[in-house]
């Protein structure tokens, strides 16, 4: 079989697939493994509840049944999903949207495939686009996704010594460079690896530099506002028709549903919808009919900030506390400040090891993680010692089991030390 340079890249070489695989194998090969390298939610019994009440009526229901499973949606998604969510936006936010501002894909994930390769790559006057990543490191999942290679362009991020073991990752915008070659700016916020969650005065000045130069800022609301909300400090949602606003129903609780949210000014959704009907014909619908009796109440906002996101916020706490108690003050570590998402960012200056050789050492124990090396794609392959000393930990497991792993994470790193 010979792949073409498409079916090469994403078919052979990208970085995800080897570390997808590699978790895998852990996984298969049973035993006592304590798994913290995914991005699964956790599982959260009050909304498993009332997603099995809603899929219950669903099913029950003759007419109701027969769309969920008998009818193609247009390219741009379920309507009555799409109509409840501008109702529910425009009410909470007062975004002045209209269905045409939003589209509906199989996953989020499959929006920034769309959504990179249509702003950027060759264009038909000869130039070669990228999308700028204005704070590495960033979601992993981003990197693989381009079919031109160079799609990406990253910027090393100002480290913030917060004290108290922890920091912060902040813009350097004295280093972001937007030429007539970039196609738009994208963030993740809440951050995927870090839980960092971009200020609202970094936003307004990336939403200004995307203004300026007429392009779009992408911002990737997987873990953010209004769902499902795991955020633990203050940050203002924000849209307007310079931003692609990717929301997913996802980390909620239902992957499976494979339901992401764009929500952009119509050129774009229209563009996007196109794009979608000839990868996908046409979005699943079992995700939208789940949630749309939530979104046409609002009860998935308060459904996020009362259920969801104390859940989270005191797994983060319990996460944070044990691992300073392992830690103790034998060799140098600090924590992101964790401010989102389901991460916590560990970071071991000047560790004799490097992350992927701490990540294979702790494999080899039982306890998965993701080496930090991963998240830095655009990022030029420049020395900088800091992108081998961080590793990526995932909480929304069993609490116990993510003690057992932190634990197990600063035996590693003090064995690592005393060897030199
Ligand atoms: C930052 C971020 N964006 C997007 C996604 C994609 O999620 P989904 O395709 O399930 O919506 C993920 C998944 O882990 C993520 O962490």
Redesign the pocket.
């Known amino acids: 079989m010979k792949l073409s340079s498409f079916g090469q890249k994403l078919g052979t070489d990208a970085g995800i697939n080897s570390l997808m695989d590699d978790l895998g194998e852990a996984m298969a090969g049973g035993g006592d493994v304590v798994m913290m390298g995914g991005?699964n939610p956790g599982h959260l019994p009050a909304v498993t509840d009332r997603l099995q009440e809603i899929a219950q009526e669903l099913v029950n229901d003759p007419e109701q049944f027969r769309r969920l499973t008998g009818v193609y949606d247009p390219p741009q998604g379920e309507k009555q999903f799409i109509a409840s969510l501008v109702e529910l936006l425009n009410r909470e936010y007062d975004w002045g949207l209209t269905p045409e501002n939003v589209a509906l894909t199989n996953?989020?994930?499959?929006a920034?495939f769309m959504l990179f390769n249509m702003l950027a790559g060759h264009h038909p006057d000869g130039s070669n686009r990228h999308i700028l990543l204005p704070l590495a490191p960033e979601?992993i999942?981003y990197g693989d996704a381009g079919l031109t290679p160079d799609l990406f362009k990253a910027v090393r991020p100002e480290i913030d010594e917060l004290g108290d073991n922890l920091f912060k990752y902040r813009v350097d915008f004295s280093q972001l460079e937007i030429t007539e070659d970039t196609a738009a700016i994208c963030v993740?916020r809440p951050t995927?690896p870090t839980g960092n969650v971009l200020t609202d005065e970094e936003m307004l000045r990336l939403e200004q530099l995307a203004i300026e130069h007429d392009i779009p800022l992408i911002v990737?609301g997987?873990?953010g506002t209004p769902f499902p909300d795991l955020m633990y400090t203050q940050a203002s949602p924000r849209w307007t028709p310079q931003h692609i606003l990717?929301l997913?129903l996802?980390k909620l609780g239902i992957?499976a549903a494979?339901t992401?949210i764009v929500i952009a000014n119509r050129e774009i959704i229209r563009a996007l919808s196109g794009v979608n009907a000839i990868m996908n014909l046409a979005t699943g619908s079992f995700g939208a009919m789940l949630a749309e009796p939530l979104v046409r109440s609002g009860e998935i906002i308060s459904m996020s900030r009362e259920l969801v996101q104390p859940v989270y916020r005191q797994k983060m706490e319990k996460a944070v506390a044990a691992f300073r108690e392992a830690m103790g003050d034998d060799c140098p570590w600090r924590i992101h400040t964790p401010e989102g998402a389901m991460f916590l960012w560990l970071w071991f200056p000047d560790l004799p090891i490097t992350s992927l050789a701490l990540y294979q050492r702790l494999k080899a124990r039982g306890v998965l993680v993701v080496s930090g090396h991963y998240f830095f794609p655009g990022l030029p392959d420049e020395d900088w010692p800091h992108r081998h000393q961080c590793l990526r930990v995932t909480y929304s497991q069993d609490e116990a089991d993510v003690a057992r792993g932190l634990k197990a994470i600063a035996e590693e790193v003090k064995a690592a030390w005393k060897e030199g």
Not at 107 to 110: I, P, R, Y
């Open positions: 991005g996953g989020s994930q499959s920034f979601y999942g993740s995927n990737d997987a873990y990717c997913s996802s992957p494979r992401g």
